[in-house]
């Protein structure tokens, strides 16, 4: 099934007898709750050792998809285009799949793209500029992983 297709199928069983705010506010709240059953499911599976269904798995992932499609179709997206624009970030920010280094550098972001190009680069940033991107980017590493970076210092760096 391609993404227009599913799109149109999904749309069939929208309620458009909603407002717009309503359809987004319903969408939103639906997509946020079936990630959550997504997330509820494997914590059941991993913490739990409750049984696992790719089956299950799949008719949530599904669920997650039905919101997706109809959140995007209401905005006048085409659910190809979303999957096309999340590719082209990807491969921009992971131009050699995925590191911590590129995590951290987001190159397909405005700041970081005209900064620094590629994640060689990263280096050539001013010890003062390093220590910033450092400070900015520890609040986000720290709620995903737990850490806390430690900035080392370039070999040509000053105290
Ligand atoms: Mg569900």
């Not at 929208?14 to 997504?38: C, I, K, P, R, W």
């Not at 620094?116 to 986000?140: C, G």
Request: glycine share 6%; proline share 4%.
């Amino acid at each position: 099934m391609k993404p227009i297709e599913y799109q149109e199928e999904a749309k069939r069983t929208m309620n458009f007898d909603l407002t717009h705010n309503e359809q987004l506010s319903m969408l939103a709240m639906g997509l946020s709750g079936e990630s959550g059953e997504v997330t509820d499911y494997l914590k059941k599976v991993v913490y739990h050792d409750h049984p696992y269904s790719g089956k299950k798995l799949c008719d949530e992932l599904g669920d997650v998809m039905w919101y997706l499609s109809n959140l995007a179709y209401i905005n006048g997206i085409d659910l190809e285009i979303v999957m096309e624009e999340n590719i082209k970030k990807l491969k921009k920010r992971y131009p050699e799949g995925f590191s911590v280094e590129a995590s951290l550098l987001r190159a397909d972001t405005p700041i970081s793209s005209s900064v620094v190009e590629n994640k060689d680069k990263v280096h050539l940033m001013t010890p003062l500029l390093r220590r910033l991107w450092y400070l900015l980017s520890d609040p986000i590493r720290f709620l995903f992983t737990g850490e806390v970076a430690v900035l080392e210092k370039e070999p040509n760096e000053e105290e």
